[in-house]
């Protein structure tokens, strides 16, 4: 008889589980950049086999975090301002257009979830927690994101973020979170007020002043 409380494991969710823990310590640096990931390695880390992650070293190769060359083992891509350069100007038009299609929509939920991440972002880079800071401002943008409801942005930023990400937590020490934490109440303020277009602008002047510390461009 058939037990009601299982159901069968799609091959999609665990290559997608797998995929998203190899993003996740590639983009915070716990496989630093250059290093050599051995498909025959993780599988067993896993538990699984080899297939799944080979898939998902297939989607971070194409997403440019990993590179394989043939006859050799898969590498993390290393550190590259220049194509985060690239990444910057892309990245804060994206998210202007979240800011001018979501602020119309923005509920009192969504300012105590602005107002919050904010908040934690002042405090994490009191404390100098790099990865909170990078979590607080994503929550931060997020809600934007979120409410603007159009998922070809959702889609286009998930390529560009995690080679922003990577620079951010490489060059923490170079960053100065409290002008962002500044930057932020300014967007905010313009969001409270309706002004989607200055709220936009200010948006977009947040992210490529961040690319402009990180890259020097």
Not at 21 to 49: C, Q
Not at 124 to 142: N, P, R, T, W, Y
């Amino acid at each position: 008889m058939k037990n009601k409380n299982i159901t069968p494991i799609k091959r999609l969710s665990l290559r997608d589980e797998v995929y998203e823990t190899l993003k996740k310590n590639i983009i915070e640096l716990e496989f630093e950049p250059g290093s050599r990931l051995h498909d025959k390695e993780l599988a067993e880390d896993f538990g699984i086999s080899r297939t799944p992650v080979r898939e998902a070293l297939k989607r971070l190769e194409d997403e440019g975090l990993v590179v394989s060359t043939p006859g050799s083992s898969t590498r993390v891509t290393p550190l590259n301002e220049e194509g985060a350069s690239h990444a910057f100007p892309v990245a804060a038009s994206l998210h202007s257009l979240g800011a001018r299609l979501g602020v119309p929509r923005l509920s009192p939920d969504d300012f105590e979830r602005l107002e919050a991440a904010n908040e934690n972002l002042e405090a994490a880079m009191k404390k100098q927690d790099i990865l909170g800071a990078v979590k607080a401002d994503e929550a931060f943008h997020e809600v934007y994101l979120s409410a603007a409801n159009n998922p070809e942005i959702i889609s286009a930023l998930k390529r560009i973020m995690p080679k922003i990400q990577r620079l951010e937590i490489a060059q923490f020490g170079s960053l100065n979170g409290l002008k962002s934490v500044e930057q932020h109440k300014k967007i905010m303020e313009a969001s409270r007020k309706g002004q989607e277009l200055l709220a936009s602008r200010l948006v977009e002047e947040n992210w490529l002043s961040l690319g402009e510390l990180l890259t020097g461009k």
